[in-house]
T-cell receptor, first 111, second 113 residues
């Protein structure tokens, strides 16, 4: 069966520091991968998605970037965090255009 | 651009009460529709989905949803809720031609024992 991992589970970082969140998927190959940010009362906002290694599409211009160095690895990064980057970040995968499956998420607090 | 609206942000029910959570979407073409649930401290997980066929779809834990194309709606229902249904529920829509899900703002359901 397929599983999706995210780490770290929680992270507290000062403003201006770099960020790297990692997501890996097991048990499938060539998945579509997604990064979302979840804000209270606002649902999930799609940040990035990828249909293959090195292929990244950005949905929202912002202080973040994403990379897919390996087939089942998806990384969310920032060079300099802002206070507004605080939130709950979710990674998801899907098989082509079918339903998406979500990871446990990372709670990021920027201080 | 597609959008999803969940009108109820917070719902409080007693056990055994019936539940209906509203979901309306805006999209001009064929859609795939989803309800996801997030129990306290757990992953977001798929509750049910509609791709085609019978517009009344049944999901896990006794939930069902009805796709009404003329009303652009996909309301979630359960005849009798339990305390364990306390969670946040998200409606989502995907255009048939793409991979991206658009989520509603979510509805927090609290079921009182």
């Amino acid at each position: 069966s397929q599983t999706i991992h995210q780490w770290p589970a929680t992270l507290v970082q000062p403003v201006g520091s770099p960020l790297s969140l990692e997501c890996t998927v097991e048990g499938t190959s060539n998945p579509n991968l997604y990064w979302y940010r979840q804000a209270a009362g606002r649902g999930l906002q799609l940040l990035f998605y990828s249909v293959g290694i090195g292929q990244i599409s950005s949905e929202v211009p912002q202080n973040l970037s994403a990379s897919r160095p390996q087939d089942r690895q998806f990384i969310l990064s920032s060079k300099k965090l802002l206070l507004s980057d605080s939130g709950f970040y979710l990674c998801a995968w899907s098989r082509e255009s079918y339903e998406q499956y979500f990871g446990p998420g990372t709670r990021l607090t920027v201080t | 651009a597609q959008s999803v609206s969940q009108h109820n942000h917070h719902v409080i029910l007693s056990e055994a009460a019936s539940l209906e959570l509203g979901c309306n979407y805006s999209y001009g073409g064929t859609v795939n529709l989803f309800w996801y649930v997030q129990y306290p401290g757990q992953h977001l997980q798929l509750l049910l989905k509609y791709f085609s066929g019978d517009p009344l779809v049944k999901g896990i834990k006794g939930f069902e949803a009805e796709f009404i194309k003329s009303k652009f709606s996909f309301n979630l229902r359960k005849p009798s809720v339990q305390w364990s249904d306390t969670a946040e529920y998200f409606c989502a829509v995907k255009g048939n031609a793409g991979n991206m899900l658009t989520f509603g703002g979510g509805t927090r359901l609290m079921v009182k024992p």
